[in-house]
């Protein structure tokens, strides 16, 4: 395990603690997203968290996204972040599952499990409850691997659980389509 987190830590590129300033429609993002991985022929799998498979949703709505969606996984607890993505347990202590090395772990084994080209994953307290001290309410983290590397941005939203996790969903979507125009 320690080998393959020294291989993690390498892919863990960087954390940009400040987000896309405007929120494109997931409907939009979506549809990039698909319509640019089905032109380059590639493939896409989502971890998810406190968005409970919101991102894989808006995915799947778009026609063709069988075309390029692997699979999805939903690893609400710390155990199956462990279990099915290979997130190092020590992560999960010290830094607990709503921090930037966790959605970046959690991307890196969407990605190498999913066997995807390009892995989303979203982390975070969706609330109303669960806020710690530095942990409030609407802190998200939404990790992107493609191509080796690993981009983790980290996310300060406001509203209900339901507008977060809506919001949280629509900026993993972007993250994606933006990770890919990138390369």
Request: proline share 3%; with cysteine.
């Amino acid at each position: 395990m320690r080998e393959e987190q020294q291989e993690q830590d390498r892919m863990f590129c960087w954390s940009c603690e400040e987000g896309f300033s405007e929120m494109v429609p997931a409907r939009k993002s979506a549809e990039e997203l698909v319509r640019t991985l089905r032109t380059i022929g590639q493939t896409v799998a989502t971890a998810e968290s406190c968005t409970g498979g919101l991102t894989a949703s808006h995915i799947v709505s778009v026609p063709g996204a069988s075309e390029v969606f692997q699979n999805g996984f939903i690893t609400y607890c710390d155990e199956a972040k462990i279990r099915i993505l290979q997130v190092d347990p020590d992560t999960l202590r010290t830094e607990t599952a709503v921090s930037a090395r966790t959605a970046a772990q959690m991307a890196v084994g969407c990605a190498r499990v999913g066997q995807a080209d390009l892995a989303l994953s979203v982390t975070g307290l969706a609330g109303p409850g669960g806020e710690t001290p530095g942990r409030p309410v609407g802190l998200v983290y939404i990790g992107c691997f493609y191509r080796g590397r690993t981009l983790v941005q980290e996310y300060h939203l406001r509203g209900d659980r339901d507008e977060i996790r809506s919001q949280a969903a629509a900026f993993a979507l972007q993250l994606g389509y933006y990770c890919l125009r990138a390369r």
